[in-house]
């Protein structure tokens, strides 16, 4: 019976590398609230929406939860359902 040969190299938890400063900068910008813009249809550009619910339940006679979303109001005209959001 051998032992083991003696551990020679092991991983050790190193400090992390410097920051550069892009990025700090990108971090920091990543971190900003996004500026608000319009929600556009990307097949026809329109900017009118139509706010729907799926999956609605019937609870004591109410309707109760579903999820909204978004759909394009042109596109709905036209017979297409397009989701935005
Ligand atoms: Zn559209």
Do not use: W
């Not at 009118?48 to 109760?64: D, F, H, Q």
Request: net charge positive; charged share 25%.
């Amino acid at each position: 019976m051998s032992k083991p040969p003696p551990r020679r190299f092991a991983v050790i938890d190193g400090t992390p590398a410097p920051e550069t400063p892009v990025e700090g900068t990108l971090k920091r910008l990543r971190k900003q609230p996004r500026p608000p813009s319009l929600v556009r249809c990307p097949h026809c550009t329109s900017a009118a929406v139509l706010e729907i619910k799926i999956g609605v339940e019937l609870r004591n006679g109410k309707p109760r939860g579903g999820q909204k979303q978004l759909i394009c109001a042109p596109c709905f005209a036209r017979g297409e359902t397009r989701i935005l959001y």
